[in-house]
C-alpha cells in the first residue's frame, strides 16, 4: 500500500514535469481536490517556489478561479491573455496564459493539471491538447490506485471476516466472542473504539463489549435509554450513519462527545438482531466513505452469521457432553447400582441366620452392609450430579446442595461425600430450602477455616421426626478436622419442621 503510493506520487510529480517542459510553461501544477468541499488535498508543482505557490492561491481553488470553472465544467480551459491582478488581492504575479484540464475519472473531476506562462498567448492548441492527454494518464494513474486501494481494503476486511469466523468457532464465551468483533471491526475500520450494543430488557440498548486504545471500562455498560431517536432504527436492524456523534441530536449516551463519524451496523442473521455494531472515530476524524461503509455492512452480517453458527456448535458440543453423561448415568444405575443393590441383600441374607458362635463375622457382616448402603447412595448422588446442565443454575433441591458443596470442593482441595435420605425434592421447598442452605455454606466455610480438614461428610434426611412426631428435615455437617485445643471439630446438625 505504502509502495503504491509512493509510486503514485512519483508518476504524478513525473506528469507535471512533462507537461511542464513540453509546453515551454513557466510554471506547471497537478492539484488533487476534496470531492466534498473541494479543498486542495494534495499539490505537485514544476517550476514554482514556495513564494510563487502562495502569489498563485487564487488560481489553485478549487471553489473558485480557473480551478473551479475547470471543475465546474468539466473541460479544458485556455486563457491568452490573464488581466493584472489588483492591488488589493496582493502582490501583483507575472502569469498572463493559462492553460488547464480537469483530470477526471469517469464522471468524478478529482483535480485539475494547469500551466501557466508569463508571455500572453503562450500556447496553442498543440499545448491543449497535449495537456488533455497528459491529464488522462493522470487521471488512470490515480484511478489505477484507487482501484489497488479499493482492493486491498476489501481484501483486508474479507480477511478480517474469515478471521473473526475461525476464532469464533473455536469455541470462544459469548463476552469473548462479541469482544473478539468488535476488536477486528475497530482495527479494519480504523476507528477509535468498536463496540456491540444488545437489546435491554426496558427496551433500550446497551454496551456489552468494547475494544479502544484506551481502558475500554468507561464504555462497556453504558445505555442508550428507552425512547432515543436512533434507537428506532437500531432495534428494527437498520443501518445508522453519523457525521458527527457528539452534536448529532439522535445521539444521547454520554460518551458521545468523545466521538466523530461513526457507524452503526446491525448484527442479525435469518431475521435474529444479536446487536449492533458501532465503529466510531475520534472528534475530527476523517469521513467514511462509502466504501468504507459497505465492507463494514459486509463484515457485520458476515460476523453475525459467524456468531450464529458459534452459538449452534456450543450447543451441538453441549448437547454432547449431556448426551455422554445420560449414557454414564444409566449405566452406572442399569449395572454398578443393581449389583451393589444385589450384593447388599446376600450379605444382609448371610448375617441374619445364625452366626452367634461367630459374633466377629456377624459384626464383619453387618459392617459390609452398611458400607454398601452408603456406596449405593454415594453413586445415586454422582448419577444424579452428572444429570445436571453444568452451565446452569439447578432447579431442584437437591441439585442446589451439589452445587454448594461442588463450589466448596475448589476452596477446600476435595470433594465434601454428601447423602440424601429420602424424597428431598418433593419434601424440602422454600422457605425451608433456604434457610438450610444458608446453614449448609456457613458449616462448609467453618470447616475451610480448621486445621487439617481432609474429609467433610454431608448428610440431608428429610425421613427425620420432631419429637412430637412431626416430619422433618435433618442437616449433618461433620468434618475430620480439630479444633486449637486439638479437640475434634463438633459436629454440625440442623433441624426444622417440613
Known amino acids: 500500500m505504502a509502495e503504491t503510493g509512493l509510486d503514485l506520487r512519483t508518476t504524478l510529480q513525473h506528469i507535471v514535469d512533462t507537461a511542464t517542459a513540453l509546453a515551454g510553461a513557466r510554471h506547471g501544477a497537478l492539484a488533487l481536490l476534496d470531492r466534498e468541499d473541494r479543498h486542495v488535498t494534495d499539490l505537485f508543482t514544476s517550476g514554482m517556489t514556495d513564494a510563487e505557490?502562495?502569489?498563485a492561491g487564487p488560481l489553485l481553488d478549487g471553489r473558485t478561479g480557473f480551478l473551479?470553472?475547470?471543475?465546474?465544467d468539466a473541460q479544458a480551459v485556455r486563457v491568452d491573455d490573464l488581466p493584472p491582478r489588483p492591488a488589493s488581492d496582493g502582490p501583483p504575479h507575472p502569469v498572463r496564459s493559462f492553460l488547464g484540464a480537469p483530470v477526471r475519472v469517469r464522471s468524478d473531476v478529482l483535480g485539475s493539471l494547469c500551466l501557466t506562462a508569463e508571455e500572453p498567448g503562450r500556447f496553442s492548441d498543440t499545448d491543449l491538447a497535449l495537456l488533455r492527454l497528459l491529464a488522462s494518464q493522470a487521471a488512470a494513474a490515480i484511478g489505477g490506485a484507487h482501484l489497488y486501494r479499493a482492493a486491498r481494503?476489501?481484501?483486508?476486511?474479507?480477511?478480517?471476516?474469515?478471521?473473526?469466523?475461525r476464532a469464533l468457532l473455536t469455541g470462544a464465551g459469548t463476552t469473548d466472542a462479541l469482544t473478539t468483533v468488535a476488536e477486528r471491526a475497530r482495527v479494519l475500520a480504523g476507528a477509535a473504539a468498536g463496540v456491540i450494543l444488545q437489546p435491554t430488557d426496558d427496551g433500550g440498548m446497551e454496551i456489552v463489549a468494547a475494544s479502544t486504545l484506551d481502558d475500554p471500562a468507561g464504555l462497556v455498560g453504558t445505555a442508550i435509554a428507552p425512547g432515543s431517536p436512533v434507537l428506532v432504527q437500531l432495534l428494527s436492524g437498520e443501518e445508522v450513519f453519523i457525521d458527527d456523534s457528539a452534536t448529532d441530536p439522535r445521539m444521547t449516551t454520554p460518551v458521545r462527545s468523545r466521538f466523530g463519524p461513526s457507524m452503526m451496523l446491525p448484527l442479525q442473521?435469518?431475521?435474529?438482531l444479536i446487536g449492533t455494531l458501532a465503529l466510531p472515530r475520534r472528534r475530527g476524524g476523517l469521513p467514511y466513505t462509502d466504501m468504507d461503509r459497505l465492507l463494514a455492512s459486509q463484515f457485520a452480517s458476515q460476523a453475525a452469521l459467524a456468531l450464529v453458527m458459534a452459538d449452534a456448535q456450543h450447543y451441538r458440543e453441549q448437547l454432547a457432553v449431556y448426551e455422554d453423561r445420560d449414557r454414564i448415568a444409566r449405566d452406572l444405575h442399569d449395572l454398578v447400582v443393581q449389583r451393589l443393590f444385589a450384593t447388599e441383600m446376600m450379605l444382609e441374607s448371610t448375617r441374619r441366620?445364625?452366626?452367634?458362635?461367630d459374633a466377629e463375622t456377624a459384626e464383619l457382616l453387618t459392617r459390609a452392609v452398611d458400607e454398601l448402603d452408603s456406596t449405593i447412595q454415594e453413586v445415586r448422588t454422582a448419577?444424579?450430579?452428572l444429570q445436571q446442565p453444568p452451565a446452569e443454575a439447578p432447579a431442584t433441591f437437591r441439585g442446589r446442595v451439589l452445587r454448594e458443596t461442588g463450589g466448596a470442593a475448589a476452596v477446600l482441595g476435595f470433594q465434601p461425600s454428601v447423602h440424601f435420605a429420602g424424597a428431598v425434592d418433593t419434601l424440602v421447598v422454600e422457605p425451608v430450602a433456604g434457610r438450610l442452605l444458608d446453614v449448609l455454606r456457613g458449616a462448609l466455610a467453618t470447616a475451610h477455616r480448621r486445621a487439617a480438614v481432609s474429609a467433610i461428610e454431608v448428610e440431608v434426611d428429610?425421613?427425620?421426626?420432631?419429637?412430637?412426631?412431626?416430619?422433618?428435615v435433618r442437616l449433618v455437617v461433620a468434618d475430620d478436622g480439630r479444633g486449637e485445643d486439638g479437640a475434634r471439630s463438633p459436629t454440625v446438625i440442623w433441624q426444622v419442621p417440613l
Not at 68 to 72: C, M, P, R, S
Open 53 to 55: 505557490r502562495l502569489a
Open 68 to 72: 473551479g470553472v475547470l471543475v465546474d
Open 153 to 165: 481494503q476489501r481484501e483486508r476486511w474479507i480477511e478480517g471476516a474469515a478471521a473473526v469466523t
Open 269 to 272: 442473521s435469518g431475521g435474529r
Open 353 to 357: 441366620k445364625d452366626l452367634e458362635g
Open 383 to 385: 448419577i444424579f450430579a
Open 462 to 472: 428429610a425421613t427425620a421426626r420432631q419429637p412430637d412426631g412431626r416430619a422433618a
